[in-house]
């Protein structure tokens, strides 16, 4: 008993040590990539007022370019990123080809300088597997080996990105199977993201943090938890249409029958054209918007239409959908944003920042499935004090959301609902969804009753029209 229990523990420290050295080691290597990778988008969005024309006139020119770049020298670069990393993680061990790297890094660069309606975060998440994937064939890796240092690089690529690295360990280990966390690689999910976090800030990162605490109160109290449940459902509408709408857009595209960079450059001047009726800020990162919708200071927002949220899933629809690179998940923090400043305008509360800041991560939430990371996200962005509304906002509106997501590839592992019927162990792009055969009965048996007393109620009325034509 003693000898089983002295093994145990002895080759638990061994495997703990190896994760610990091992996720360390590419946490730092991504961080410093992913740095690397910033560093040039901020060089590149500066530049911009040199060109003598608005930047976004490329537009037709950069997302062509970006498809040829792509299908030349990596063809599972294209996308955005995550989608992909989730895809080879779950059909190929993880197994990445290194040339992703560079060829995302520059798709990106040249995507978003040319005003593309694009992310960060899904370029540093395919980076960050893509180095850890290389890693893993360089020390010839198990294929679970490298499944588990891969999803490593997802986590440090998030925590790079945004600085929230317990919400980029969560976000890797979450994001794969709906309705399962990956306890097994939770430790060293969090050493990497720690790792990438901080060599990003020592390299000279710097983050945004929003502690709503300095100017508005978020005390517990009933009115404005009613109201929070009204947003979770408000959200979980918006992330439906956001799903929706870049899944038909994407399919739409794909099904011209035209030459694809023809295709790309119709749509990059759709761009353009949008952007002069609508403006450029739907236009790039649109990071800006973000922070005045998070702003105390009506000042700030006031001319920000209603309406954004919808622009902003239309501009970026077109935009990945034609073939420009980039990520998905900071055009969803501007339509949670965007939403979530809405709603605190209907509503007519004091609450406006909040509700900005909890849309921010709902959408989150209910378009990629993974609530918990969104609820720590909040957390690490905007202050303890946000934590219990985001929770509830954020479960809310992934439930609402239904069995659908911006990452087609990830398994769903659960149902939503007790009264549906769904096949579990599917991708999500896969997934059959019906009513339960219990409760096709039961409706079945409400309409049954619903015809039986309109025609009693018809007949009472026939019995009584009788009887005043005879008296």
Request: aromatic share 10%; net charge positive.
């Amino acid at each position: 008993m003693i000898r089983k229990h002295i093994t145990e523990q002895t080759a638990i420290f061994f495997s703990v040590t190896k994760w610990v050295f091992l996720s360390s080691l590419v946490g730092v290597i991504i961080g410093a990539i992913v740095t690397l990778f910033l560093k040039i988008l901020q060089i590149s969005e500066e530049s911009r007022a040199d060109l003598p024309f608005h930047y976004y006139y490329l537009l037709p020119i950069a997302i062509p370019l970006t498809v040829w770049v792509v299908k030349t020298f990596a063809p599972s670069a294209e996308g955005h990123g995550t989608e992909k990393v989730i895809e080879a993680v779950h059909k190929r061990y993880g197994k990445i080809d290194v040339k992703v790297i560079p060829v995302k890094l520059f798709a990106t660069v040249m995507t978003i300088f040319a005003g593309g309606s694009v992310g960060k975060e899904g370029p540093g998440a395919q980076i960050g597997a893509g180095v850890a994937s290389s890693l893993s064939d360089l020390l010839k890796f198990s294929p679970e080996d490298r499944k588990k240092l891969v999803i490593c690089g997802i986590s440090a690529g998030f925590a790079a990105v945004f600085g929230t690295p317990i919400a980029g360990a969560i976000f890797g280990v979450e994001v794969l199977i709906i309705g399962v966390i990956l306890y097994d690689v939770l430790l060293p999910s969090f050493i990497a993201g720690f790792a990438a976090f901080t060599t990003a800030q020592f390299l000279g990162i710097e983050y945004t943090y929003f502690d709503i605490r300095f100017y508005q109160n978020v005390a517990l109290d009933l009115p404005l938890i009613l109201q929070v449940v009204a947003a979770g459902l408000f959200f979980g509408i918006v992330s439906d249409i956001l799903v929706t709408t870049v899944s038909f857009t994407h399919r739409s595209i794909k099904k011209i029958p035209l030459n694809p960079y023809l295709v790309a450059f119709v749509a990059g001047l759709s761009l353009v054209i949008l952007a002069w009726i609508f403006g450029d800020r739907y236009l790039g990162l649109g990071l800006e918007t973000i922070k005045d919708t998070l702003n105390p200071d009506p000042y700030f927002s006031k001319e920000l239409p209603w309406y954004a949220f919808l622009l902003k899933t239309l501009f970026t629809s077109l935009t990945l959908g034609a073939g420009g690179s980039g990520g998905i998940v900071t055009p969803i923090f501007y339509i949670g944003a965007t939403s979530g400043h809405l709603f605190g305008q209907l509503i007519g509360g004091e609450h406006i920042a909040l509700f900005a800041a909890l849309g921010f991560v709902s959408v989150l939430a209910g378009a990629t499935n993974a609530p918990i990371a969104a609820t720590i996200m909040a957390v690490e962005l905007f202050g303890l004090e946000i934590a219990h509304y985001a929770a509830l906002s954020a479960v809310i509106s992934f439930l609402i959301t239904g069995h659908r997501s911006v990452f087609p590839s990830q398994i769903l592992a659960m149902k939503k609902s007790e009264m549906l019927e769904v096949k579990v162990g599917e991708v999500i792009e896969k997934a059959e969804v019906d009513l339960e055969k219990n409760e096709i009965g039961r409706i079945r048996d409400i309409k049954e009753r619903i015809r039986a007393r309109r025609e009693k109620l018809k007949e009472q009325k026939n019995r009584k029209s009788g009887t005043r034509k005879g008296s």
